[in-house]
T-cell receptor, first 118, second 114 residues
Framework: AQKITQTQPGMFVQEKEAVTLDCTYD???????LFWYKQPSSGEMIFLIY??????QNATEGRYSLNFQKARKSANLVISASQLGDSAMYFC???????????????FGKGTHLIIQP | EADIYQTPRYLVIGTGKKITLECSQT?????MYWYQQDPGMELHLIHY???????EKGDLSSESTVSRIRTEHFPLTLESARPSHTSQYLC?????????????FGSGTQLSVL
C-alpha cells in the first residue's frame, strides 16, 4: 500500500493565486514527520516545510504553510500568492519513528507537477 | 546551504561499463542515502548508511553497491551498466537522529546507459 499519496499529477494555476497541493499518508506509528520538497527542472531537491505528528500548530515558512489534519491523515501544502518561479515538481514525504519499521530515510509520494501561468 | 556534492552531473555510457557515482558532504553527517528517480516519478531509496563501515539496502532493490570508508564519502558503483539503469541518482545526508531532521540533497547524477 502507498504510504504517501499525492492525487494531483499536474496543476495549472494563475500567477498570484493561492494553490493547495494534496497529500495523504498512511502509518500506524504515532511518531512521524511530514516533509515537502520542491524539485525544479534542474533536478535538485529543495526542502520547504516540516510538520511533526505531535506538533499542535500547522507549520508555516514564508509563503508556505502546511494544512495538517491528523485525523484525516492529510498534510496539504498551501502556497500563497504563487509566483512564476514556483513552477516545479512538489513532493510530499514521510519519516516514521522506530515503530514504523522499514528502511531509514524518507518515503516519497509520486509528486505534483505545478505550473504557474502568467 | 547544503554542502553535499555529486559528480558527475551527467553521464552517458555504454552497456557493460563499470561506473562509480561520487557523493561527498562536508557537514560531518553520519547518515547518508542514495535515491533513484525516473523522470517525473517519485524517489526510491536504494541504499543508506549510518556511518563508517555501515551500509544497508533500501526499499527498492538495486544492482548497485555502495561503500562508506570515510564519513564524508558515499560512492555508488554499478559493476556492469545496463540500459535499465538509466535514471537520476540523488545522494542525501542528515546529521541527527530525530524524526524532524530534514535531508540535504546533492544536485543529482543523470545516468544514461546506451
Amino acid at each position: 500500500a502507498q504510504k504517501i499519496t499525492q492525487t494531483q499529477p499536474g496543476m495549472f494555476v494563475q500567477e498570484k493565486e493561492a494553490v493547495t497541493l494534496d497529500c495523504t499518508y498512511d502509518t500506524s506509528d504515532p511518531s512521524y514527520g511530514l516533509f515537502w520538497y520542491k524539485q525544479p527542472s534542474s533536478g535538485e531537491m529543495i526542502f520547504l516545510i516540516y510538520q511533526g505528528s505531535y506538533d499542535q500548530q500547522n507549520a508555516t515558512e514564508g509563503r508556505y504553510s502546511l494544512n495538517f489534519q491528523k485525523a484525516r491523515k492529510s498534510a496539504n501544502l498551501v502556497i500563497s500568492a504563487s509566483q512564476l518561479g514556483d513552477s516545479a515538481m512538489y513532493f510530499c514525504a514521510m519519516r516514521e519513528g522506530p515503530a514504523g519499521g522499514g528502511a531509514d530515510g524518507l518515503t516519497f509520494g509520486k509528486g505534483t507537477h505545478l505550473i504557474i501561468q502568467p | 546551504e547544503a554542502d553535499i556534492y555529486q559528480t558527475p552531473r551527467y553521464l552517458v555510457i555504454g552497456t557493460g561499463k563499470k561506473i562509480t557515482l561520487e557523493c561527498s558532504q562536508t557537514m560531518g553527517h553520519d547518515k547518508m542515502y542514495w535515491y533513484q528517480q525516473d523522470p517525473g516519478m517519485e524517489l526510491h531509496l536504494i541504499h543508506y548508511s549510518y556511518g563508517v563501515n555501515s551500509t544497508e539496502k533500501g526499499d527498492l532493490s538495486s544492482e548497485s553497491t555502495v561503500s562508506r570508508i570515510r564519513t564524508e564519502h558515499f560512492p555508488l558503483t554499478l559493476e556492469s551498466a545496463r540500459p535499465s539503469h538509466t535514471s537520476q541518482y540523488l545522494c542525501a545526508s542528515r546529521g541527527g537522529q530525530a524524526t524532524n531532521e530534514k535531508l540535504f540533497f546533492g544536485s543529482g547524477t543523470q545516468l544514461s546507459v546506451l
